[in-house]
């Protein structure tokens, strides 16, 4: 487990504002690693035993379809807590998903 990324993964999800998502391409493209998606996907299954908390119901793919949601229990969950920061969802995927949209290149200012 590479945990100094999963570290800098979850560093960035906690930027991630309420009401807003993001996608594990997104994350992996300003971490200067855009070919590795896959293992930020990977970062986020473990993201509940992060500390302090990682909102990881805020990272969908590319699509803003919910493919993360079988890490929460239930799998319902994600969608519960995406619906309480006002973010719709239907058939498992964001509407509006351009719109809400966080890109982690363009928000994040050091």
Same mark, same amino acid.
């Given at each position: 487990? %590479? /945990?100094?990324?999963?570290?800098?993964?979850?560093?960035?999800?906690?930027?991630?504002?309420?009401?807003?998502? /993001? #996608?594990?391409?997104?994350? $992996?493209?300003?971490?200067?690693? $855009?070919?590795? #998606?896959?293992?930020?996907?990977? $970062?986020? #299954?473990? @993201? +509940? /035993? @992060?500390? =302090?908390?990682? =909102? $990881?119901?805020?990272?969908? %793919?590319?699509? +803003?379809?919910? /493919? +993360?949601?079988?890490?929460? #229990? =239930? =799998?319902?969950?994600?969608?519960?807590?995406? @619906?309480?920061? +006002?973010?719709?969802?239907?058939?498992?995927?964001?509407? %509006?998903?351009?719109?809400?949209?966080? %890109?982690?290149?363009?928000?994040?200012?050091?």
């Amino acid at each position: 487990m %590479n /945990t100094n990324f999963y570290e800098q993964v979850y560093e960035i999800v906690r930027l991630i504002p309420k009401g807003r998502v /993001t #996608s594990y391409g997104a994350i $992996a493209k300003s971490l200067g690693a $855009a070919k590795s #998606s896959r293992m930020v996907g990977h $970062a986020m #299954s473990y @993201a +509940g /035993t @992060a500390h =302090p908390v990682v =909102p $990881a119901h805020r990272v969908v %793919n590319s699509s +803003g379809l919910l /493919t +993360g949601k079988f890490h929460f #229990s =239930p =799998p319902e969950l994600m969608e519960e807590l995406l @619906a309480k920061e +006002g973010v719709k969802v239907k058939d498992d995927k964001v509407l %509006n998903f351009r719109q809400i949209f966080w %890109n982690p290149m363009e928000e994040i200012t050091e």
